[in-house]
């Protein structure tokens, strides 16, 4: 998805929050919601070497599961998970120089408001873990072990339900999360890739 997608979810946001209201969720309610996001790295991914080596960090797609417990009327605590994510790293003047995996779960608390009918707005806060593994060599950097340590950071996140059944609903969603790995080559510390990605996606929503 484009990075405009962003000020329109916020304006639908607006729009259903201006409008007459109804019960979004009650205590005591579960959901899980299914579905696929694309994690798409910042534009400027910091630079290695003393500022030598600027990176850029490719995007990835991957099925997606979030279990939310709503422990009052309309907040509820989610939890993220999902399927390794891999992406391509280049180097600016040495092209794709490697790979890594990462797992990002996070858990959030969120505020689902009320809607308008069958549509209902969520903003949310929480923190974000990320593991990298599998990271892998090649060109310019073949045969050398690569690094990324695991990051701690914020995560925000913004959606709306679409209500498609009695149990059901359609979400629409994105989250940006701070995520800064420290990267080593061969054990030496090389500089911090700044990778604070937005997060697209959809996902069915099953309400328990």
């Known amino acids: 998805m484009p990075r405009n997608t962003l000020p329109l979810l916020v304006l639908a946001i607006s729009g259903a929050l201006a409008a007459p209201s109804a019960l979004a969720q009650s205590a005591g309610d579960w959901t899980v919601a299914l579905g696929a996001h694309q994690v798409r790295a910042h534009s400027d991914n910091g630079a290695l070497a003393a500022g030598t080596l600027p990176l850029d960090i490719g995007s990835s797609t991957r099925p997606t599961i979030a279990v939310e417990y709503f422990v009052r009327d309309n907040l509820g605590l989610e939890v993220l998970a999902a399927l390794p994510f891999q992406h391509d790293i280049h180097v600016d003047g040495l092209g794709h120089v490697g790979s890594t995996k990462h797992l990002p779960p996070t858990v959030s608390l969120q505020y689902h408001f009320n809607g308008q009918g069958k549509v209902s707005p969520l903003l949310g806060a929480g923190v974000n873990?990320?593991?990298?593994?599998?990271?892998?060599?090649?060109?310019?950097?073949?045969?050398?072990?690569?690094?990324?340590?695991?990051?701690?950071?914020?995560?925000?996140?913004?959606?709306?339900?679409?209500?498609?059944g009695e149990k059901g609903s359609i979400r629409?969603?994105?989250?940006?999360?701070?995520?800064?790995?420290?990267?080593?080559?061969?054990?030496?510390?090389?500089?911090?890739?700044?990778?604070?990605?937005?997060?697209?996606?959809?996902?069915y929503v099953m309400r328990f």
């Open 129 to 164: 873990y990320t593991t990298f593994f599998s990271e892998d060599t090649r060109g310019a950097l073949a045969g050398s072990k690569l690094e990324l340590d695991d990051s701690w950071g914020l995560a925000l996140h913004a959606g709306v339900d679409f209500k498609v």
């Open 172 to 203: 629409v969603d994105v989250r940006w999360m701070d995520i800064d790995s420290d990267v080593k080559l061969d054990g030496a510390h090389l500089g911090t890739a700044n990778i604070d990605p937005l997060v697209y996606g959809a996902a």
